[in-house]
């Protein structure tokens, strides 16, 4: 007999809480002027819908007069200015009109934590008593319910994208609105978990079954130690990959409440046995690790499974060289920048070396003396046109010489060319092209940073550094960028005199053998080189040999005026 299963408005179940289908919903967004109202950022504007059983009911929308100046970046990202905010209300005005509109409802917002941690701030300075709502946050409901497989990241653009008409546009009704539709869309997929009420949301969460419970025999015998676990199933292949300190308490915490993960509840129901790396280090396990999931791509591991997915820019070595997208380094004298993590980043960064430099954009090479006709990018006077001989080999590579310092030296001439363009739609209140403007100069910038500090680890044939660990120290030997041992230096015998060097010495003799690998890049998957990087600027590491230093790429400093991520993550 086939089964019905109940849906989240089903009115003939008694759900034993307040329904979702019969729930008044106020869906909130807010616009700052940064990312902590303990830090001193305000609210510049409030948005929300109320929804009821997939109805609107009402919206509620009003600008906020912060009392200070928004920095530049925020106007540029949400449009709102200084003198927009003139005449409207202050938060004391605000905020209370808002509480009147969301009233009996129960609070839903994109990244709860932020809106209600600005709302609760406000109150509590206006001795405005919380009214102690009850709040639903999309953000871990989407990761919940949705598969990498739908959507690769939770951002609610990017659910928007799918679910709803409405695109978001850091303007907070607009945001509101779009996050409306996420909701509905989640509660529909929440119809087939059996949940259906807002205490069932509230506490949605993989419950250990009695299958999982049934499997803590595989635990047995796994070692108190650091390192890496691997759970394979019935046929050997490796489900999942991960670290940790202690492996015996890691591994037996899948198969406790403790774990709540819906993918990892699967996970397990799948496993037959459960094998072991014990490591000397965390950071040997880390890399490990990574090295694990590239070489077997456990479908259960959802981040570093296709390091493979990964673009570059390259300055060509021809005569007339031009900028290209390419999948990885190649051999010559060609100059790279990356890596990128999709083929949309690296276009991006191509689009501002173009937008500042004129070199030529047109693919395939050009012979020596060039006779073609002009593009229309010449007559517009974005390129110095070397296909109809409009420029000499001398004018052209110098420009091609600008080119090169802008992407592995310092890429200043692009920072002031592009604020000036910024500067200027921004008087002309264009402010979505400014802040493509903005994100191109970004995902440029993050490249050159990220290439000259992988640089700095993959030219150094070995380096040797150690850290204190339990008395003694933590060694690791690193060459090419690439891990090749790791061991514990015991304090006895870091104490005792002449001893040390010949512990080292050892090491060294087993370590692996690296080779270099066509730089920028290094001997090694480029996120294991970066988890070293972080270990070596890490505080209490020195170095052993070798002549690393940790760099200052000159790209780092421009990372404040462009990186809205680093600015305010949540308005990313």
Not at 62 to 70: A, C, H, K, M, Y
Request: one cysteine or more; charged letters at 25%; proline letters at 6%.
């Amino acid at each position: 007999m086939a089964t019905h299963q109940p849906a989240f408005d089903d009115p003939d179940i008694d759900w034993g809480g307040r329904p979702l289908h019969d729930t008044t919903f106020c869906v909130v967004d807010l616009e700052t002027t940064g990312g902590s109202p303990a830090k001193g950022s305000r609210i510049t504007e409030i948005g929300a819908v109320k929804v009821r059983g997939g109805e609107i009911l009402g919206e509620f929308q009003t600008l906020v007069n912060p009392d200070q100046l928004i920095p530049a970046f925020i106007t540029v990202l949400t449009g709102i200015t200084d003198q927009m905010l003139i005449e409207a209300p202050r938060i004391a005005e605000a905020l209370p009109s808002f509480l009147e509109f969301a009233h009996g409802t129960v609070l839903v917002a994109h990244n709860a934590p932020f809106d209600v941690g600005f709302l609760k701030h406000a109150s509590k300075e206006l001795g405005i008593t919380w009214p102690g709502f009850d709040v639903i946050d999309t953000v871990p409901l989407a990761r919940r319910v949705l598969l990498r497989d739908e959507v690769p990241n939770v951002k609610l653009a990017t659910l928007a994208a799918r679910f709803s008409p409405v695109q978001p546009d850091h303007r907070a009704l607009t945001d509101a609105r779009a996050t409306v539709d996420v909701l509905h869309a989640l509660f529909e997929r929440l119809g087939t978990w059996n949940v259906a009420t807002v205490e069932d949301v509230a506490t949605f969460t993989s419950k250990v079954t009695p299958q999982q419970r049934r499997k803590r025999h595989l635990a047995d015998g796994v070692p108190d130690a650091p390192g890496v676990y691997l759970f394979r199933d019935a046929r050997d292949e490796v489900l999942y990959v991960g670290t940790s300190r202690s492996l015996r308490t890691r591994v037996r915490s899948y198969f406790t409440k403790a774990e709540t993960r819906t993918r990892m509840g699967e996970m397990i129901s799948l496993a037959e046995r459960v094998d072991t790396v014990v490591c000397a280090t965390d950071t040997e396990a880390r890399v490990r690790e990574l090295r694990l999931i590239d070489r077997h791509r456990p479908p259960y591991n959802r981040r570093s499974k296709f390091p493979e997915r990964v673009s570059w820019l390259r300055l060509t070595d021809e005569p007339w060289p031009r900028v290209s997208v390419v999948r990885k380094v190649t051999e010559g004298a060609a100059t790279h920048i990356g890596p990128f993590g999709s083929r949309r980043q690296a276009e991006a960064a191509l689009a501002t070396l173009h937008d500042a430099f004129r070199i030529r954009q047109c693919t395939g090479r050009l012979p020596i003396l060039p006779s073609r006709a002009a593009c229309v990018l010449a007559e517009l006077g974005q390129c110095l046109s070397p296909c109809d001989g409009a420029v000499t080999s001398e004018v052209y590579l110098h420009e091609v010489g600008r080119v090169r310092t802008a992407m592995t030296a310092d890429p200043v001439e692009v920072v002031s060319h592009l604020e000036r363009r910024m500067a200027h739609l921004a008087e002309s209140q264009r402010f979505e092209d400014a802040a493509v403007l903005r994100d191109r100069a970004a995902s440029l910038i993050r490249a050159v940073r990220r290439t000259q500090r992988l640089d700095s680890l993959a030219r150094e044939p070995e380096v040797i550094a150690a850290a204190p660990h339990d008395g003694g120290w933590q060694v690791h030997v690193i060459r090419h960028g690439r891990l090749a041992a790791a061991a514990i230096l015991p304090r006895q015998v870091a104490t005792t005199r002449g001893a040390t060097a010949g512990w080292v010495d050892t090491l060294l003799a087993t370590a692996e053998s690296v080779e270099p690998a066509l730089r920028p890049m290094p001997s090694a998957l480029v996120e294991e080189t970066e988890s070293l990087l972080r270990w070596l600027e890490s505080p209490g590491v020195r170095m052993v040999r070798g002549a690393w230093q940790s760099p200052w790429p000159a790209a780092a400093r421009h990372l404040d005026r462009f990186d809205v991520d680093l600015q305010v993550a949540r308005l990313a």
